[in-house]
């Protein structure tokens, strides 16, 4: 059963750059997509974009200025960088396996990791 | 982006009670639609696919159903452990967008 784990800091100072891993244990990163999400109270769920295992990345638009994600396939783990961040990037972050199938559904979830933003 | 509105945002229901969610999409996505369960703290865990599709290990008392803009969870029989937040996901056109949720507290 493949698991993911985030890790990263809890904390980010605002015009800094929020850097997040997740671990893939249990499977391989090879040949699925792999998302990032986050969710706090004001905005509700919201997917910041994905990487294929072998690169090709795509960012949701309103983001698509300050996020990167990236994939490390030696060590099965992908990684997110949200630069400039402020107070509104305060949220709970998820990394997800997905989107899966022609549906684009999300079936497996790291257990999410709170980042807040303050100096 | 494709906006996705819930209701009704809060119910409180018994145990045993049948329950319908409902979520609808500012534009046709046919049957490009996820509902998710999501329990406090913990990471959205997948009902159902493609509108109708039950994900394996989900019991039978959820179901879904609807295509283009008007799309419904059912829970037939409202179980203890199903009192959670659900939310709906399109994945019709990227970004995938989700409903704001939808509270399910016992009465």
């Known amino acids: 059963q493949v698991q993911l784990q985030e890790s990263g800091p809890g904390l980010v100072k605002p015009s800094e750059t929020l850097s997040l891993t997740c671990t893939v244990s249990?499977?391989?990163?090879?040949?699925?997509?792999w998302s990032w999400f986050r969710q706090s109270p004001g905005k509700g769920l919201e997917w910041l974009g994905y990487?294929?295992?072998?690169?090709?990345?795509y960012y949701s638009p309103s983001l698509k200025s300050r996020v990167s994600i990236s994939v490390d396939t030696s060590k099965n783990q992908f990684s997110l960088k949200l630069s400039f961040v402020t107070a509104a990037d305060t949220a709970v972050y998820f990394c997800?396996?997905?989107?899966?199938?022609?549906?684009?559904?999300?079936?497996?979830w790291g257990q999410g990791t709170l980042v807040s933003v303050s100096s | 982006d494709i906006q996705m509105t819930q209701s009704p945002s809060s119910l409180s229901a018994s145990v045993g009670d049948r329950v319908t969610i409902t979520c609808r999409a500012s534009?046709?996505?046919?049957?490009?639609l996820n509902w998710y369960q999501q329990q406090p703290g913990k990471a959205p865990n997948l009902l159902i696919s493609?509108?109708?599709s039950l994900h394996s290990g989900v019991p039978s008392r959820f179901g879904g159903s609807g295509s283009g803009t008007d799309f419904t969870l059912t829970i037939s029989s409202l179980q203890p452990e199903d009192f959670a937040t659900y939310f709906c996901?399109?994945?019709?056109?990227?970004?995938?967008?989700f409903g704001q949720g939808t509270k399910l507290e016992i009465k």
């Open positions: 996901q399109q994945s019709y056109s990227k970004p995938y967008t």
């Open positions: 534009q046709n996505i046919g049957s490009y």
């Open positions: 990487i294929y295992y072998s690169g090709g990345p």
């Open positions: 493609a509108a109708s």
């Open positions: 997800a396996r997905g989107p899966y199938s022609n549906y684009g559904y999300f079936e497996h």
């Open positions: 249990g499977g391989s990163l090879r040949s699925y997509y």
